[in-house]
């Protein structure tokens, strides 16, 4: 069994890490926000979390929830245990997307025109994949659904890509016919994803290289003038 001290729980670096973490999964609630109101399509898990929700009383953002918990057990079952990011993954990002839905954060876009509703999808792509980036950056633990990937990966020896392929498109094909919404924003995520995740990576790691930098620039910089200084009154 995994102890954790109680001390890590009260350093501050351990509260901005999960402070990173809530604000990912924040951002990745809102993005698929955005990608619902839209109504172009759907990423594949939210495509079965849709279909569960036109047949079950669970609404969209619960549905989430049950499936992340559901999948936290099948991997305790195959000895994967989940991190702190795992459960706040699973209990946050249903809940916030429920309420983002219920305060009309993004408002239902079903009358707008296809530029606005194309614009909003992809605005949606993109702070998912912020979200991912400000979500795993901390490294406290992987996203119930990464958890099975990467169990299957280790199991089967099959490449990473072809896993993911493999259980996103079971996911797709079940969830579109519980009745979930497929369509060309399912196309733009899965060309999407991937760079906006790369893309948001890059973005954070420069933010981190300009917060360190005046911490050794000014040194570097004076040592730099000195020299230079110094050769100018050799040379003379």
């Known amino acids: 069994m995994l102890q954790i001290p109680w001390r890590t729980f009260l350093s501050w670096r351990y509260v901005l890490r999960l402070l990173c973490v809530c604000v990912g999964l924040a951002l990745y609630a809102l993005g698929i926000v955005l990608t619902f109101r839209s109504g172009l399509g759907l990423d594949p898990w939210d495509v079965l979390h849709q279909g569960i929700s036109r047949h079950t009383p669970l609404s969209f953002g619960t549905a989430n929830i049950a499936i992340g918990a559901l999948l936290i057990v099948l991997c305790l079952f195959f000895r994967v245990y989940p991190g702190v990011g795992t459960v706040l993954n699973m209990l946050l990002i249903g809940s916030l997307v429920d309420l983002f839905l219920r305060?009309?954060?993004?408002?239902?876009?079903?009358?707008?025109?296809?530029?606005?509703?194309?614009?909003?999808?992809?605005?949606?792509?993109?702070?998912?994949?912020?979200?991912?980036?400000?979500?795993?950056?901390?490294?406290?633990?992987?996203?119930?659904?990464?958890?099975?990937?990467?169990?299957?990966?280790?199991?089967?020896?099959?490449?990473?890509?072809?896993?993911?392929?493999?259980?996103?498109?079971?996911?797709?094909?079940?969830?579109?016919?519980?009745?979930?919404?497929?369509?060309?924003?399912?196309?733009?995520?899965?060309?999407?994803?991937?760079?906006?995740?790369?893309?948001?990576?890059?973005?954070?790691?420069?933010?981190?290289?300009?917060?360190?930098?005046?911490?050794?620039?000014?040194?570097?910089?004076?040592?730099?003038?000195?020299?230079?200084?110094?050769?100018?009154?050799?040379?003379?």
């Not at 702070?127 to 990467?150: E, H, Q």
């Not at 893309?199 to 040592?223: D, N, T």
């Open 103 to 236: 305060l009309n954060v993004v408002p239902d876009l079903g009358d707008a025109g296809l530029f606005w509703r194309l614009l909003v999808n992809v605005a949606g792509v993109g702070v998912i994949g912020l979200g991912t980036a400000f979500y795993i950056t901390p490294r406290m633990g992987a996203g119930p659904r990464d958890s099975l990937m990467l169990y299957l990966h280790q199991r089967t020896k099959l490449r990473l890509a072809i896993v993911r392929v493999s259980i996103e498109v079971c996911v797709l094909v079940i969830g579109f016919l519980l009745g979930g919404t497929v369509g060309f924003g399912t196309l733009i995520f899965a060309g999407g994803i991937g760079p906006a995740v790369e893309g948001s990576f890059y973005v954070l790691r420069k933010i981190g290289e300009l917060v360190r930098a005046p911490q050794v620039q000014p040194q570097q910089e004076r040592a730099e003038s000195g020299e230079a200084m110094s050769q100018l009154i050799s040379k003379k």
